[in-house]
């Protein structure tokens, strides 16, 4: 039987700026906002814009994927519009694929596979709101925008033969909107008392995936000038296991910092030496 042990914890939290309008798709067309064609995700509650973790995740999956040049070889949606993803079908693949590693296999895939390392996921990410008590979030909150907090844009698909323009909204948060806290949780495992320190190592594809987002998209309509963020006020933190038993303090490893200001190497060396003790 494999035991597995939470040797620490790595949390690395702050604020998303929207540099550009930000489209994070909602259910289409919602019968209560005059049938907008491309409504974004709202909070069922207080109906205001977020940032779901799932979209945070897959787009920095996503990127890490592109970076390593992974196989899209797994069918998650057969029918169009498919989705096709990488997950490592073999354990020697598996010990080395820094995306499965952190991002973890689908829970289909864990089932049918009964491989000797097989550990959760590492990274998990948590919604991100508008920035409570935040200047930005009252300036939208204040601002004449066509929607509560968001501005419907227009655009024209051009049909190629008649040139005709049919005209569609869609709907975005405008540049300027603070979404924070956001929260990426990452766990250090040991497996039957090993084998963490690769965890440790695995930590630094979560910055580079920051940093790869930055220069990428979140959400749609990034090719059309949407979804640029970027990540402020970066605090990162490691609580080692100690810590959840009141024996240990957290260790502060970076505060208030931009991606371009992060350390990675640095903070691994530090975590490293803070689980060892
Ligand atoms: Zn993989």
Redesign the pocket.
């Known amino acids: 039987m494999a035991s597995l042990t939470l040797k620490g914890k790595v949390i690395i939290s702050g604020s998303v700026e929207a540099v550009t309008g930000l489209h994070i798709g909602g259910a289409a067309a919602g019968l209560d906002i005059g049938g907008i064609d491309n409504p974004i995700i709202r909070h069922p509650v207080s109906r205001e814009p977020y940032i779901p973790g799932s979209s945070l995740r897959g787009k920095m999956r996503s990127l890490l994927d592109r970076h390593f040049g992974?196989e899209a070889n797994h069918d998650i949606r057969r029918e169009e519009p498919k989705v096709r993803v990488?997950?490592?079908d073999n354990e020697d693949?598996?010990s080395n694929?820094a995306?499965?590693q952190i991002f973890g296999v689908t829970p289909g895939e864990r089932e049918r596979r009964s491989w000797s390392q097989l550990k959760p996921a590492r990274l998990l990410v948590r919604d991100v709101h508008l920035a409570a008590d935040h200047e930005a979030t009252e300036r939208l909150r204040r601002a004449k925008t066509d929607l509560p907090f968001t501005e419907v844009k227009w655009e024209a698909a051009i049909d190629r033969i008649t040139s005709a323009a049919v005209p569609r909204q869609n709907e975005r948060v405008p540049a300027g909107a603070i979404f924070a806290p956001f929260e990426l949780v990452y766990g250090i495992y040991a497996l039957n008392g090993q084998g963490w320190e690769s965890d440790v190592a695995w930590l630094q594809y979560v910055f580079k995936a920051m940093e790869l987002l930055e220069d990428d998209y979140l959400g749609g309509y990034g090719s059309r000038g949407a979804g640029k963020i970027a990540f402020r006020n970066i605090h990162v933190v490691c609580k080692p296991h100690g810590y959840y038993e009141g024996k240990k303090g957290l260790e502060t490893l970076a505060e208030n910092l931009t991606v371009a200001e992060l350390q990675p190497q640095a903070y691994a060396e530090r975590i490293q030496k803070l689980l060892q003790e």
């Open positions: 992974n990488h997950v490592c693949k598996y694929c995306v499965c």
